[in-house]
């Protein structure tokens, strides 16, 4: 059964090619806008270093971490640089009346 959508941030809050942090009592995730305006969240540290991905870079659909350089893609989870090597949990995400809000599984 799935949960209800959580709101994460305002669409307008979040440049294209940018990222905002977004936590919870139980996790903490990254917010992610796309140069296309498309919008992602992933869970917030990196599967290798533990940094938070929010701090990191995005340039197109990748993220880059801020600690090792590794690199995500922010629609997939899969890593695309070393030394990420396990892939990121990418949950279901959808703008709804200006409000960036996902949910997860």
Not at 15 to 44: L, M, P, W
Not at 57 to 74: A, L, Q, S, Y
């Amino acid at each position: 059964m799935s949960q209800d959508w959580i709101v994460a941030c305002d669409f307008a809050s979040i440049a294209a090619n940018d990222v905002a942090r977004f936590d919870t009592a139980e996790a903490t995730y990254a917010v992610i806008k796309t140069k296309d305006g498309t919008c992602s969240v992933i869970d917030g540290l990196c599967t290798h270093g533990k940094a938070h991905l929010a701090e990191g870079f995005v340039d197109g659909t990748t993220i880059e971490c801020p600690k090792h350089n590794g690199r995500f893609n922010v629609l997939t989870g899969e890593p695309v640089a070393s030394p990420v090597r396990v892939a990121t949990t990418v949950y279901q995400t959808r703008v709804n009346d200006g409000k960036i809000e996902f949910r997860k599984p």
